[in-house]
């Protein structure tokens, strides 16, 4: 499966079989993890058993159940944080879909109950549940391509993006982001307020950049 085979594919999953990673698999991705944070100056780290973390009352009722590991997205306090906690979470889920596990971010979980090494200078920003699920998960709701951008005529490679970038988890299915296009420079910004908004701008931009091979401000 190619990575854009891999952001066609996913949806966020929350029920999970009862069953550990493989160990192989759990290798490529703590890899992966390893060379990304070196790259984005991240101090990400892959936890399995994911133990009380995803347990409780509240998190059965949100759909939580048996997930048995996930990625802490950690780095040092900063106002490029958030985004770039997207930008490169993005990277690590498509790469887990990549490697046949199931994925899903979460903004709200037991943070007490994290055993990750955070340092006095870093925030543990959120975490990503990683498991073999259930099922595959389903499409939801979306925004249209005219909902996030007033481009008219847009080119095949802008709309490709946006169209992906349509496809992207954002908190609470926000979708808070407009795209605009000025000549062949193609940007993204926070449309609204909302719970974390800028980490999903830094999902959404991923998916637009691997989708129309353009960078995007
Ligand atoms: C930053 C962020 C935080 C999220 N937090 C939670 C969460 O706490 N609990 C949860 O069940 N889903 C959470 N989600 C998953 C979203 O609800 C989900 O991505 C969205 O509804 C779109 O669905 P999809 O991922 O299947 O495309 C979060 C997603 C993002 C991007």
Redesign the pocket.
């Known amino acids: 499966m190619t990575e854009l085979q891999a952001l066609r594919a ?3 999953v ?1 029920a999970y079989q009862k069953k550990p990673i493989d160990p192989d698999t759990a290798t490529l991705l703590k890899e992966r993890i390893a060379q990304l944070n070196q790259a984005y100056d991240l101090h990400m780290q892959y936890i399995e058993p994911a133990g009380a973390v995803f347990g409780g009352l509240a998190s059965k009722l ?3 159940s048996n997930v048995p590991a996930f990625i802490a997205m950690i780095g040092k306090r900063s106002d490029t944080l958030d985004e770039r906690c ?1 930008y490169v979470g993005e990277q690590l889920v498509l790469y887990a879909q990549q490697l046949g596990l199931n994925t ?6 037991k943070r007490k109950q994290v055993t990750a090494d955070i340092a006095e200078d870093e925030k543990l920003v ?1 975490t990503i549940a990683v498991g073999y699920g259930v099922d595959q ?4 709701r979306s925004k249209s391509v005219a909902d996030v951008t007033d481009v008219q005529d847009m080119p095949d490679w802008f709309k490709e993006g946006v169209e992906a970038a349509l ?7 926000q979708q808070k982001f407009t795209f605009t296009l000025d000549g062949d420079t193609p940007s993204v910004s926070v449309s609204a307020n909302g ?2 908004v800028r ?2 701008l830094g ?1 959404v931009k991923y998916h637009f950049e691997l989708a129309s091979g353009r960078k995007i401000q």
Do not use: E, K, Q, Y
């Open positions: 996913r949806h966020s929350r949100t759909g939580w997207g899903c971010w979460a903004g709200i979980f959120l998960g389903r499409p939801r496809l992207a988890p954002t908190a609470v299915n719970p974390f980490l999903d999902i």
